[in-house]
Structures are given as C-alpha cells and as structure tokens.
C-alpha cells in the first residue's frame, strides 16, 4: 500500500475508528521505515548493484491510473495509481535479487510473506464476487499482474528456503 490510497484519512476520518487508527499506524511505520533506511541501514545500500530505473514503474502506473481509473476525479486516479504501482513494486527487489544471485534468509522470509499477502487477495476477491457481487476489475488485474511476478521467486522459495538451504539462484 502507499500513500495515495490512504489520503482519504483526511476527509473520512469519522467513518470508522479502526479505519482511521490502522491507517495512522501505517503512516507512522512507513515513515519509521524511511528514517531507517535514509540512517542507520544507508551503509547497506550498495547503488553499484540496485540499478533498477523506478521511473519506468512510476510511469507506467500513472499511464494505467491515467487510462484506466473507475472515474476521472484527482482520488480515484490516485487510488488508481496505488493500485497500478503495488503491482510491480517488487520489480526492483527481485531486480536486485537476479543481480546478486543470493539472498539473506530474513530478506527471502520478507518477500514471501509480502507475496503470499497479495496472492491472499485471491480468495477475498472470489469470495466477494460471489457472496457480494462485487467485482473490482484494477484491483483484480494488479493483482494478477503482482502474482505472476512472484512466480519465479515463490518456486525456489519453495524448494530451497523451506528445505533449509540457502536462497541461491539457479545458474
């Protein structure tokens, strides 16, 4: 999630007390979590190997919002936005990733737990069409998207990390 899925917080406040609580919390750990990475972990940034152009992810997501938001209103492009950008934010992660070769088993843990969190929509969407009638084509289409790129990464995750090796891309 990013921030513009979250600027309704400033005009719908009172609609739901754990709503609003859950979406400050959020702020807040994000923000925490720049602060770290902007201090005390810059030292492990290494801009040799993280080549990756975010521009390209940036781009194409406000290309999708542009094209394809549900009304053409300044939050449902940026709600489409957040959206469009979720599905391809991993990209650089395992960008770096191929570029390495390898990774450390809290980072491997990590990035399991983010695709299993989204790939845990799934459900959530057939059980909403079916017991709501509710279907939220960007979303679904995202996530698909977002799915698929983990693919690859859920497979060796799959048969070297949970067996006790070493995270270790095949040569």
Do not use: C
């Not at 739901?16 to 807040?28: D, G, M, P, V, W």
């Not at 992810?57 to 009304?71: D, E, K, Q, R, W």
């Amino acid at each position: 999630m990013n921030i513009f899925r979250i600027l309704d917080l400033f005009w719908t406040f009172t609609d739901s007390a754990y709503n609003t609580i859950f979406k400050l919390l959020f702020l807040a750990s994000s923000g925490y979590t720049i602060y770290l990475m902007t201090t005390s972990y810059k030292p492990t940034h290494d801009p040799n190997l993280d080549t990756f152009r975010v521009q390209y992810l940036l781009g194409g997501s406000l290309f999708m919002a542009i094209i394809f938001p549900y009304f053409y209103t300044p939050w449902e492009m940026s709600w489409a936005f957040s959206i469009w950008l979720e599905s391809v934010a991993i990209l650089p992660q395992l960008f770096l990733l191929q570029r390495t070769g390898e990774a450390e088993t809290i980072t491997t843990h990590y990035l399991f737990a983010l695709g299993s969190y989204r790939a845990l929509y799934i459900p959530n969407w057939i059980w909403r069409y079916f017991a709501e009638d509710h279907w939220d084509t960007i979303s679904v289409l995202a996530g698909i998207i977002q799915t698929i790129l983990y693919t690859d990464f859920f497979w060796i995750y799959w048969t070297k990390v949970l067996k006790g090796k070493k995270f270790a891309l095949p040569v």
